[in-house]
């Protein structure tokens, strides 16, 4: 996975990411049905940490 161009759409997956999380968390339906979107959420953070740790070791 040391591919630049393999790790350039990595950061930008990663970007949009994100901005998805930010935007349900800020939304006042992700309040309303909080234990729904619970686990998309979850999810979304899952990923988010998976693409950090490959892009970490990928820096070093």
């Known amino acids: 996975m040391?591919?630049?161009q393999t790790m350039k759409e990595l950061r930008i997956e990663l970007s949009n990411l994100r901005d998805?999380?930010?935007?349900?968390?800020?939304?006042?339906i992700?309040?309303?049905n909080a234990l729904?979107?619970?686990t998309g959420v979850n999810g979304?953070?899952?990923?988010?940490?998976?693409?950090e740790a490959i892009l970490e070791r990928?820096?070093?």
Not at 44 to 51: P, V
Request: no cysteine; charged share 30%.
């Open 20 to 28: 998805d999380l930010a935007a349900i968390e800020s939304s006042q």
């Open 30 to 32: 992700f309040f309303i």
């Open 44 to 51: 979304l953070r899952r990923r988010i940490a998976e693409i």
């Open 36 to 38: 729904g979107n619970q």
């Open 58 to 60: 990928n820096d070093k």
């Open 2 to 4: 040391g591919d630049s």
